[in-house]
């Protein structure tokens, strides 16, 4: 089975920009969780959705948001970009029953 | 806020030695407590999951350990390889909604 996929790898903006990263989950994962990982640092949780539901969300602004869709695939969206967004953000699927977090690669997101 | 901590000193041990990482955490203990390995510019890789009822896990040349009284705990790599140096994180989480993720330790196994 192919792992967690996330879209694009790279991507440099601009200050006050929008941005769109996409995630799909593992097959028969129906759970995702999003992270911004800075370097030097762990993994911070943005959100969770299950189902399509927001289950969890961490401590970030409402510049963040994310949705889920019917095959489980996920989008993240951030507006009016800082220069403080650039970072890896990581998307992560849940084998259900066991807990277990499977990482993507990231998206390494550059605001200039 | 729970706060998560690990030591953020590069561990340094020789090839075949048993390498031992520290997370100890604030606040009420979790539920379940998570072990990833993470290279660089790849994503965290799941190694071991402990719950708060349980005292020891293993698998293969890992073991875990969960301390609630201590609030803390200990990852146990042993006869250690160099394919083994990576940064090592520590995640806590109440009720799988919600994940809190510590800083990594380096651990950089030497031939």
């Known amino acids: 089975d192919a792992g967690v996929t996330q879209s694009p790898t790279h991507l440099i903006k601009t200050r006050g920009q929008h941005v769109t990263l996409r995630c799909s989950p593992i097959s028969g994962h129906k759970s995702v969780s999003w992270y911004q990982q800075v370097l030097g640092q762990g993994p911070q949780f943005i959100f969770q959705?299950?189902?399509?539901?927001?289950?969890g969300r961490g401590n970030f602004p409402d510049r963040f948001s994310a949705r889920q869709f019917p095959n489980y695939s996920s989008e993240l969206n951030v507006n009016a970009l800082l220069l403080g967004d650039s970072a890896l953000y990581l998307c992560?699927?849940?084998?259900?029953?066991?807990?277990?977090?499977?990482f993507g690669p990231g998206t390494r997101l550059t605001v200039t | 806020s729970q706060k998560i901590e690990q030591n953020s000193e590069a561990l340094n041990i020789q090839e075949g030695k048993t390498a031992t990482l520290t997370c100890n955490y604030t606040?009420?203990?979790?539920?379940?407590l998570q072990w990833y390995r993470q290279d660089p510019g790849r994503g965290p890789v799941f190694l071991l999951l402990?719950?708060?009822?349980?005292k020891e896990k293993r698998k293969e040349r890992l073991k875990v350990t969960f301390d609630t009284t201590l609030k803390q705990s200990l990852f146990h790599i042993t006869a250690s390889q160099p394919a083994d140096s990576a940064t090592y994180l520590c995640a806590l989480s109440y009720n799988f909604n919600k994940f809190y993720f510590g800083s990594g330790t380096k651990l950089n196994v030497k031939p």
């Open positions: 402990i719950r708060e009822n349980e």
């Open positions: 959705y299950y189902e399509k539901e927001e289950r």
């Open positions: 992560a699927s849940i084998r259900g029953g066991s807990y277990e977090q499977y």
């Open positions: 606040n009420y203990s979790p539920a379940y």
